[in-house]
């Protein structure tokens, strides 16, 4: 638990998952073939924001900034709590709750022109935002994100909360 109480340690551990998640992100895309969606793409984000702002607050403690580091590591908590919600979104499409963007679960740009329809049908390749390629307990990447995403909005604000009581 002395993680949680100082900001240092928690810093370094917040920055930490950031980048494991979004090295573990681009592994299963480049390694192990499942190609992102395009909200896969856009889930991904908050993580190329969260690893800079926390990089920022561990130089930023290490200068004796706290001020900066309570800015940098509330926006990071600000930029996973809107990808918590993008990651539930984006289960819900998944699950067929709602419907999601027609750019890739729904009706494709197809060209209406019969000359150029097998040319247009032959270059696009759509990934679906719909359909959960890989699952995990139930979970797909879009709701391991949202999971990761809260729990990180949650750990910024435990930092927060850790820089105001030192």
């Known amino acids: 638990m002395q993680y949680l109480t100082d900001p240092q340690k928690s810093t370094i551990l917040f920055l930490a998952i950031c980048t494991a998640s979004i090295v573990i992100a681009l592994t299963f895309e480049h390694i192990g073939g499942y190609k992102p969606c395009p909200l896969c793409l856009q889930e991904r984000y908050a993580y190329y924001a969260g690893i800079p702002l926390s990089l920022g607050s561990v130089m930023a403690l290490r200068a004796d900034r706290s001020g900066w580091v309570a800015i940098l590591i509330t926006l990071a908590g600000i930029a996973f709590l809107i990808n918590t919600g993008l990651g539930l ?68 604000l435990s930092i927060f909360k850790s820089l105001r009581q030192n």
């Open 89 to 156: 979104y984006h289960s819900g499409i998944e699950w067929h709750w709602w419907q999601g963007p027609t750019a890739c679960s729904g009706a494709s740009n197809l060209t209406p022109q019969a000359e150029n329809f097998l040319e247009s049908l032959e270059k696009i390749k759509v990934i679906r935002c719909d359909e959960a390629p890989w699952r995990l307990f139930g979970l797909s990447f879009a709701g391991w994100n949202m999971i990761i995403s809260f729990f990180l909005f949650l750990f910024s």
